[in-house]
């Protein structure tokens, strides 16, 4: 079964959030974010257009989805999408986040982060999940830390963004026994 399905199946829900593929009638709610460059910033694909945010749409509604739509639980607004799709590793994901001004700091990024978690050690039964941010990006590396993931490495000018500009990068992960662990020391809420 692909992710999407079996995301689509289990329906991840948490106290607030719900998560699900994205479909053709987010496009107003995605592209009020996505083509914001203070929000797009350090996202790999960058601040979209019309077209662009169209063609994210399209790639996340299928099996080649690498994105999904975080909504409120009780209202269905968006209001942000998870990245997760496997790793280069075996038994490994990369998970990532963005969440629409409006809703930041509400610990929305952390709930939908550790509900991922969950998902992949308890149902895909990861080895291993992964990610990545830039140093200056304060918000997206505590969120891996209140996930209670471990910084492995600062790599130093690997992300070349034309001409001489060059960004640092910290790496993240957590293995299945660091997430074991932390259950059973009731240590995920
Ligand atoms: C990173 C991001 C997803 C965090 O979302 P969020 O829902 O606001 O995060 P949470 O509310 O769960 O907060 C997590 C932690 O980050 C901190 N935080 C949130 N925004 C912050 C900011 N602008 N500056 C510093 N810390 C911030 C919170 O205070 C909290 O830490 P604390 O408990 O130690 O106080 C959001 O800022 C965002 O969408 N940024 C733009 C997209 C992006 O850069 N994504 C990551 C790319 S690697």
Not at 24 to 53: I, R
Not at 164 to 181: G, M, N, P, R
Request: proline content about 4%; glycine content about 6%.
């Amino acid at each position: 079964m692909s992710i999407i399905d079996h995301l689509a199946k289990n329906n991840l829900v948490t106290e607030r959030l719900r998560l699900r593929p994205f479909q053709a009638s987010d496009f107003a709610a995605l592209a009020t974010y996505a083509t914001d460059p203070d929000v797009m910033h350090y996202m790999e694909e960058g601040v979209l257009d019309e077209q662009g945010v169209r063609a994210f749409l399209q790639k996340n509604a299928g099996d080649g989805a690498t994105a999904y739509a975080l909504l409120l639980r009780d209202k269905d607004d968006l209001v942000g999408h998870m990245v997760f799709h496997p790793w280069f590793a075996p038994q490994t994901y990369e998970i990532g986040w963005v969440i629409a001004p409006p809703h930041q700091r509400q610990g929305y990024a952390t709930e939908a982060a550790r509900e991922l978690l969950r998902f992949s050690f308890e149902d895909l039964h990861a080895h291993r999940v992964i990610a990545t941010c830039q140093p200056e990006n304060t918000a997206s590396y505590r969120v891996m830390e209140k996930i209670g993931m471990r910084r492995e490495g600062h790599f130093r000018k690997c992300i070349h963004r034309g001409g001489d500009l060059w960004w640092d990068e910290y790496f993240y992960a957590i293995l299945a026994e660091e997430w074991d662990q932390a259950s059973l020391l009731g240590d995920h809420s």
